[in-house]
């Protein structure tokens, strides 16, 4: 039976989906049932979508990328950048695995082939944004120990606060992660990345939007608190179960737009 991984809001996700209304029940639960129903929510069989890519400096200052996106559940995700000249051409595979890290990579038009970016990698931080490779991967479930800390409202929605700690043999950068997820729909609305100091390194926010039978999201910010520099990311012409051919994901077809 395979495993479910619990996508990184994701981010994360990037590029990110979150699922089917799971209905309103008050239950009490666990933090272990919360990420469960959370991890075990339905979702598109694929998705495509164009985005934009906002980095903005701490001054306020905007420089903007358009890419295309196509995603196979949670498991294959491939990206191409479009525009501005200098990124143009760049393009980004993940694969998941439920016994293994992701496989990751990566394509520069300027160096003419396509690199695999390492586990000791997966810290840098992507395309110069302020997402880490490893925020674009996949968390499972298993890797992580779980404590509900209390009860918030964002907006007008009420949230479970989750911390999620990785237990002693998983690689990460993060000593811990703690979600807001939403009380009625098992949605994470926000998550916060602490250093293996313990600091708060950065804050992910999530915008929601309904397609068809969806929640995915509209926008995601995620902000380095140390250098006061944002990354926004913008979801536009969202399309979900068209049916995507699964050849697509493959480092052949990172060198051409599909």
């Known amino acids: 039976m395979k495993t479910k991984k619990f996508v990184t809001l994701c981010v994360l996700s990037l590029f990110f989906l979150v699922g089917l209304k799971s209905g309103l029940c008050q239950e009490k639960l666990t933090a272990d049932q ?3 129903k959370v991890d075990t929510r339905i979702i598109p069989q694929d998705m495509t979508v164009m985005m934009k890519m ?3 400096s701490k001054k306020g200052n905007v420089r903007s990328r358009a890419m295309k996106t196509h995603r196979m559940s949670d498991d294959k995700q491939i990206m191409w950048f479009l525009e501005p000249a200098d990124v143009k051409g760049s393009s980004f595979l ?9 496989d990751m990579w990566l394509y520069l038009p300027a160096f003419g082939k ?3 970016i390492a586990s000791h990698a997966k810290k840098g931080n ?3 944004s302020d997402f880490t490779y490893e925020d674009l991967g996949d968390r499972k479930l298993k890797d992580y120990s779980y404590k509900l800390l ?5 907006g007008s929605k009420a949230c479970w606060v989750v911390e999620s700690i990785p237990k002693p043999d998983i690689t990460t950068d993060y000593a811990k992660i703690i979600s807001w997820v939403w009380k009625d729909d098992y949605q994470a609305v926000k998550e916060e990345f602490y250093d293996k100091k313990g600091n708060l390194k950065k804050v992910m926010n999530v915008d929601l939007q309904r397609v068809d039978k969806y929640w995915v999201p509209s926008k995601i910010t995620m902000e380095d608190l140390k250098s ?13 179960d068209t049916g ?3 050849d697509i994901f493959s480092t052949s077809y990172m060198t051409r737009i599909y």
Do not use: C, N, P, Y
Request: hydrophobic fraction near 40%.
């Open 34 to 36: 919360i990420m469960q």
């Open 54 to 56: 906002d980095l903005i």
């Open 94 to 102: 993940r694969l998941s695995h439920d016994d293994r890290d992701d």
């Open 114 to 116: 396509v690199r695999r």
């Open 126 to 128: 992507f395309m110069g």
């Open 150 to 154: 209390k009860e918030e409202t964002i």
């Open 228 to 240: 006061k520099h944002k990354t926004a990311l913008i979801f536009d012409q969202v399309k979900v």
């Open 244 to 246: 995507l051919d699964d």
